[in-house]
């Protein structure tokens, strides 16, 4: 990993009730499923003086999928997509940071899911700063990504009479992440 911390490094916690990971994917060739997953842990560690430095580490458990659909997400935690009793947990961990404009940054960085581990770059939009009514100080950051699921060794699927499929190949992720200053 690149990144290099000064001294000046403040660490960010997730608020997990302030924050979320959501994803969309094609169905039958003619829609969009959209999902969630109901937890996310982390932190954010760097100088704000100096975030191309900066890390970040994300943990997800694959078991809080949430499409509204409770047989979906149970076929999702099965070993046909998440395997979620071998692999409770989806990881992301940043290895490069960069400035493209003001407020906003590529995050380079790898993502662990079902056991595999990928490369993945992030669009990451600074969303603000401020102090919340109890004198904490917060962060907000909106990310996204698109990545191919079969990449992840989620190949599951079933070919439709129509010759398309039922599940497309390419997942859109957006997370969503309000920090809260380690300390406060």
Known sequence: MSTVLT????TWQVD????HVEFSVRHLMIA?????FAELTGTLTGDDSDPEHAAIELTIPAAGI????????AHLRSAD???ADHHPQIGFRSTRISRVRDDVFGVDGDLTIRGITRP???TVHRGGHARDP????????????????????????????????LV???VTVSVELELVRAGN
């Open 7 to 10: 001294q000046a490094a403040t």
């Open 16 to 19: 997990p009730t302030h924050s």
């Open 32 to 36: 969009t499923v959209r999902g969630r």
């Open 66 to 73: 949430d499409t509204r659909e409770p047989q979906r997400d």
């Open 81 to 83: 997509f998440f395997d």
């Open 120 to 122: 993945v770059a992030l």
């Open 134 to 165: 109890w004198g904490n100080e917060r962060v907000g950051f909106s990310m996204s990504t698109k990545i191919a699921r079969k990449d992840f060794g989620l190949n599951w699927n079933q070919v439709l009479e129509t010759g398309g499929v």
């Open 168 to 170: 497309g190949d390419e």
